[in-house]
């Protein structure tokens, strides 16, 4: 046990500003922590044999990759920290708008989908074993044609999976080590994470909170959360994502022209999170496939999860145009193709199913009920924050509001609020040294708990 | 463009983009004249040294193109290794109830922990692993074993070595290729220059000598093996175990056929003492519930499974899990823990008895015309020896004239050659046919 002690504490992260982490490794997986009272090092204890514990070691190096992640993913920390708070206040009504996780039942149309796919599954008709790891035709078909109609991307370009995280990391896996990459910041952490995971990147370094050799493009409310890319080195592959998580801001089709346009002339490939397109409110662009020679420069992947409330369901797809190649040529598709065989083998087909029906009609029609539902949630979340002297952003195209504490820790703030009114929000600095100083506070959420927990911000803030 | 016009051909179920022959000519090069933009983005180095594609979709297109050219032949497929039985009521009862709960308050369910419901990691302990100190968070539920055999390469990284069975399940060494740690394939062996090949025939019992295996980190080992469908035994394990404690390796040990196993043999490597210092399993409900399309499996790293510098693999493994997974989706999951109650297992057990059964007609029919056959007894794969024979050939001989579909060994590693490998999994009526035309052809 002492030796899991040991190597807990030396993950602490020592800058104020990163993940303050002082967790064995065991809680941060599990959503319930024996957690001692008044103890800062907060411990699961694991049954052990009475034997004497062995300090047998493998002759296995650790990868050193791996080793320059600075503490656990940033969603398990606020878990962690949800948990934990709750074991200290165990009557409080805790409100999670933290976690991006999505609350509101599935509409009918899609789980009966599903529910009929899992009893044909008992049929000789109905079973059906491994699918093409690409998808199912039919959702393919349907994803075609509902979200890229005449945008000339084709069914053949799309590729389900599980969702859009796990298409992330496939992509760094087509990608390899040796290319750069440039991110938003604040950004979606899973996007630096699987990069210096790859091996794409160098140290952490602790004074600027950044890898090195990640290009970091700065989103702030002063440059309308668009990076000004005159001042963006080239990196081989650009994260962008719009309506972007956290900050929810929605890139125009300007300034997607001239993201486009960079990475053209840069040669350089755009991978696109389209995953809240269906959140957008105005105009903006929905996909990147509506700026003109996209296809040359940009893959795009995208989720069921905000959308149909899949977060546990697992659902998502990614579109690799026929027309990206490397610099030799060679196809970027036939590459992911060959990723997808090998590493991965399709996305559940009963999800599949329930895509299927997502993409009705009447699907379509029940999955606006629920982003509405959501987006109202926003815009009470909005002005609560607005009526309380706040800036704040995003909101208007996305579930997520970036809300400005000016001068402030985020994770300080987080804690303040989590303390004094029982709420899980998720600090900005969790998604990159960009995002210090804001708290994102995310619009999934019973309507009771979202008006509940905007009393109670007003209480604390007013 | 040649491109476009290639993938409109084999928009197909299975049928999927194989890569081009050696010489594939970049769009820049027609006549100097540039086809569209290029990115300035290297292609993954890695990537280019997979030869062809992935076996099981290459297996796929020949039987599409025999379709086309056939389409009234009646095709029998004993080829991938896909199940075909319907899942038990029980089994499939739980997932519909489940997802209708989704749509309830109550019964709906956002993210699930990345490592999987606990219920489901504490049935998979209680079930499997009883006895051998095995806990539900030392459990990891995936969507597959082909998927956690590439998570598993991510966590270790490219400066690993690696050494697995010849032949074995093309996953390993094209994850290995893919990840880095393979090296430059060898045209004239077929082999990767990095890669540890353990022969495993008949001549050695299907289990490799290790006095002659050089060390490596990583051990893959698959035991009831797919393809031969050897499972080992006790004492080989032990050897196993003790060779990898001697060296400081690591085994990954593929148990995804233990269920299919007969005899005494271990049905996990934490059967073997000292195997939780020196070993992580893999293992999926595909074979094991027909959950081949509905996507489960799980993956075990022991708490005091170290690195070199005493560093848990756990907190490592569970890194990846959390950064480049999801979790397993929760209507699978409730399948799961449905396969895994009284019922749900029973019923499982005897849909692996008829696989079994169906194994038993096709080894019985291969010895009748005085092959040599291996396997079948412990897994639902048949190891059919042609000697002097090409597999390739003898693949597409079996297909061309019997319509069935088969895998040729040499897909599985060089050691491979001169062997078939033929699954079990089918209708009794097609097993039958399938026997029929096998003897009468051979």
């Not at chain 1, 993950?11 to 103890?39: C, D, E, H, Y």
């Not at chain 1, 074993?129 to 509902?146: D, F, I, M, W």
């Not at chain 1, 559940?348 to 606006?368: D, F, K, T, V, W």
């Not at chain 2, 490592?115 to 995936?142: P, T």
Request: charged content about 20%; glycine content about 8%.
């Amino acid at each position: 046990m002492s030796l899991m002690n040991n190597l807990s504490t030396s993950m602490i992260s020592s800058s104020s500003s990163g993940f303050l982490a002082p967790i064995s490794f065991n809680s941060s997986r599990t959503q319930s922590v024996t957690v001692p009272p008044k103890i800062i090092n907060i411990v699961k204890c694991v049954s052990t044999p009475q034997e004497q514990q062995t300090t047998y070691k493998t002759k296995v190096s650790r990868n050193a990759n791996i080793s320059k992640l600075q503490a656990g993913y940033l969603f398990p920390e606020v878990a962690r920290r949800r948990a934990a708070h709750l074991l200290k206040y165990p009557n409080a009504q805790v409100i999670s708008l933290g976690i991006g996780d999505t609350t509101e039942p599935i509409p009918d149309v899609i789980t009966s989908a599903m529910a009929k796919r899992s009893h044909g599954l008992s049929t000789l008709d109905g079973y059906s074993g491994y699918g093409a790891e690409q998808g199912e035709k039919a959702l393919r078909a349907a994803l075609a044609s509902t979200f890229y109609g005449n945008l000339g991307i084709e069914e053949d370009d799309i590729f389900v999976s599980d969702g859009a995280k796990c298409d992330i990391s496939r992509l760094q896996v087509v990608f390899g080590s040796n290319v750069t990459m440039a991110v938003q910041d604040p950004s979606y952490p899973a996007y630096v994470d699987s990069s210096v995971i790859m091996g794409q990147t160098g140290q952490f370094q602790k004074d600027v909170e950044k890898y090195a050799n990640i290009e970091y493009m700065r989103c702030t409310p002063e440059n309308g959360f668009f990076p000004d890319l005159s001042t963006v080195a080239r990196t081989d592959i650009i994260f962008f994502c719009s309506p972007n998580n956290p900050t929810g801001a929605a890139a125009t089709r300007d300034q997607l022209t001239r993201l486009v346009k960079f990475a053209k002339d840069n040669g350089s490939i755009i991978v696109y999170d389209s995953a809240y397109a269906l959140y957008i409110s105005d105009d903006k662009p929905r996909s990147i496939f509506e700026i003109p020679g996209a296809k040359e420069v940009a893959i795009e992947t995208a989720s069921f999860s905000k959308y149909a409330g899949f977060t546990g369901v697992r659902l998502g797809w990614t579109v690799v145009p026929k027309q990206l190649l490397f610099s030799d040529g060679f196809p970027v598709a036939k590459d992911f193709n060959r990723i997808v065989c090998t590493c991965f083998n399709g996305a559940s087909n009963i999800s599949q199913a329930g895509g299927l029906a997502c993409l009705s009609p009447e699907g379509l029609e029940a999955m606006q009920e629920v982003i509405g539902f959501y987006k109202e949630n926003t815009k009470i979340i909005v002005e609560t924050f607005n009526s309380l002297g706040f800036k704040v952003y995003g909101g208007q195209n996305a579930p997520y509001v970036w809300v400005h504490f000016p001068g402030r820790n985020s994770w300080d703030v987080f804690s303040e609020i989590l303390e004094k009114t029982h709420i899980v929000t998720t600090p900005g600095s969790g998604f990159g040294p960009g995002g210090e100083g804001f708290v994102r506070v995310s619009a999934f959420g019973h309507r009771e708990n979202v008006l509940e927990a905007c009393r109670r911000f007003k209480q604390l803030y007013n | 463009m040649y491109y476009s016009q290639f993938l409109s051909h084999v928009c197909m179920p299975h049928a999927v983009l194989s890569q081009p022959t050696k010489n594939w000519s970049s769009s820049k090069s027609n006549a100097g004249t540039k086809v569209g933009h290029c990115s300035k983005v290297p292609r993954n180095v890695n990537l280019e040294k997979l030869r062809s594609g992935y076996l099981f979709p290459e297996i796929s297109r020949h039987e599409a193109e025999h379709l086309q050219k056939n389409p009234d032949e009646s095709l029998i497929r004993l080829g991938i290794g896909d199940t075909t039985h319907p899942i038990p009521d029980t089994i499939t009862l739980a997932m519909a109830e489940h997802v209708h709960g989704l749509s309830t308050i109550q019964g709906y369910r956002g993210y699930g922990a990345e490592q999987g419901n606990m219920a489901l990691r504490k049935a998979i302990a209680g079930k499997f692993y009883q006895d051998m100190g095995i806990e539900a968070d030392e459990i990891f539920v995936s969507d597959g074993a082909q998927c956690d055999i590439s998570r598993l390469q991510l966590l270790l990284g490219p400066n690993v070595t690696v050494a697995v069975q010849d032949p074995s399940f093309p996953a390993y060494i094209d994850s290995s290729v893919v990840v880095g740690q393979a090296g430059e394939l060898e045209e004239e062996t077929g082999k990767y220059g990095n890669i540890i090949y353990m022969n495993c025939g008949p001549e050695n019992n299907f289990f490799p000598d290790l006095s002659a295996t050089p060390r490596t980190d990583i051990i893959f080992f698959c035991s009831p093996n797919n393809p031969t469908g050897h499972a080992a035994s006790r004492q080989q394990l032990k050897q196993l175990v003790e060779f990898a404690r001697a060296n400081g390796s690591i085994i990954v040990y593929d148990s995804a056929y233990a269920v299919y196993i007969r005899d005494e043999s271990p049905k996990s490597i934490f059967e073997i003492p000292g195997a939780r210092e020196v070993a992580i399993e893999i293992s999926s409900f595909s074979k094991f519930a027909g959950f081949t399309g509905v996507r489960l499996g799980w993956t075990v790293v022991p708490e005091e499974l170290k690195y070199s510098n005493g560093f848990p693999v756990i907190k490592d493994f569970n890194r990846i899990v959390c950064t480049c997974f999801n979790g397993a989706s929760n209507i699978a999951q409730a399948g799961g823990l449905a396969c895994l109650s009284t019922d749900g297992y029973q019923a499982l057990c005897k849909v692996i008895g008829y696989y079994m059964e169906n194994a038993k007609i096709l080894v019985d029919g291969f010895k009748s015309v005085d092959l040599k056959v291996y396997g079948g007894k412990n897994a639902p794969y048949i190891w059919v020896h042609f000697p002097g024979l090409n597999s390739w050939n003898v693949f597409g001989e079996i297909l061309q004239k019997t319509n069935i579909v088969t895998v040729p060994g040499r897909g599985f590693g060089p050691a491979g050659e001169e062997y078939i490998r033929i699954s079990a999994f089918g209708q009794r009526e097609h097993i039958l046919e399938a026997s029929r035309r096998l003897q009468f052809y051979l």
